[in-house]
Nanobody
């Protein structure tokens, strides 16, 4: 079965950290570029960060220097380490896969696989 399953979301205070995980199954994970996309309440989707098959990483300006994406092909898993979290980071975070990382896209339809999402809430 082809799927992406996110985990690691939760409630955290401003300035705190969370590590999201996305486990892939049903396809050759190492062949795919991976992205994280988020949707904040009342807003459209935002592409957050991506990693290609050569482990080159990219991040949106809004999270650069705070969020780090990584992948473990042996575990078919992509991670998003989120530090110095802000209330504006509150969103549902989705992982997504497609063969090419570029161009960066927040659109579900542009990806081959899309997870169910995990909620991240940053609040005191």
């Amino acid at each position: 079965q082809l799927q992406l399953v996110e985990s690691g979301g939760g409630l955290v205070q401003p300035g705190g950290s969370l590590r999201l995980s996305c486990a892939a199954s049903g396809f050759t994970f190492s062949d795919y570029a991976m992205s994280w996309v988020r949707r904040a309440p009342g807003k459209g989707r935002e592409w957050v960060s991506g990693i290609n098959t050569n482990d080159h990483t990219y991040a949106a300006d809004s999270v650069k220097g705070r969020f780090t994406i990584s992948r473990d092909n042996a575990k078919n898993t992509v991670y998003l380490q989120m530090n110095s979290l802000k209330p504006e980071d509150t969103a549902v975070y989705y992982c997504a896969a497609r063969l090419k990382l570029l161009p960066f896209s927040p659109d579900k339809g542009s990806y081959d696989y899309w997870g169910q999402g995990t909620q991240v809430t940053v609040s005191s």
